[in-house]
């Protein structure tokens, strides 16, 4: 089972069939389940023409937001396949990680490098000011940039943001 109290409801990772994200999503929402599909805008190129797109940001995961009476319905919806698991049962995943997902995708990306002296990589840091204010995270060295690094643990998925230093506070170690 994935939780004690049926009537809570609680965020879990599904995985879809490949390139069936926004059909498994559409179809949830049909039924009346609430799920979220994290989407990014791409440019693509055609022979002919350039076009904005929108693609999944991990591609065949969704997230739903269910109760237990939900949980069988979820499974028998077209084109999802199953729940991410943890030690055999469905993994839930922090209001907290889904709301700071969703901050992220709507925030401006900056191009500015980080005070080195300051904070380093794998330093636990706090963003205090901006779009993305209160989501806390590590940082990573990558190509050669500082960025500020968003783990959800559940589904072992990494996502990196660029943020001026001036919007960073160091979150003190225990």
Avoid at 54 to 72: A, K, Q, W
Wanted: aromatic share 8%.
């Amino acid at each position: 089972m994935i939780q004690k109290d049926p009537e809570i409801k609680r965020w879990y990772a599904i995985y879809t069939r490949s390139r069936a994200e926004k059909k498994a999503h559409d179809d949830l929402l049909r039924q009346g389940i609430e799920s979220f599909l994290p989407l990014q805008r791409k440019l693509r190129q055609w022979k002919d023409r350039k076009k904005w797109v929108e693609l999944p940001l991990m591609s065949g995961y969704c997230f739903v937001n269910i109760t237990r009476h939900d949980y069988d319905r979820v499974l028998r919806t077209n084109n999802v396949v199953c729940y991410i698991t943890l030690e055999g049962s469905a993994a839930e995943i922090r209001e907290e990680q889904i709301v700071a997902l969703k901050k992220m995708l709507e925030q401006n990306e900056f191009e500015v490098e980080i005070n080195h002296e300051t904070f380093s990589p794998g330093k636990k840091v706090e963003i205090i000011q901006g779009p993305l204010v209160g989501l806390r995270g590590e940082l990573a060295d990558i190509r050669g940039k500082n960025k500020f690094l968003l783990q959800i643990e559940q589904i072992e998925q990494s996502f990196t943001v660029e943020v001026p230093s001036e919007y960073l506070s160091a979150i003190p170690e225990d």
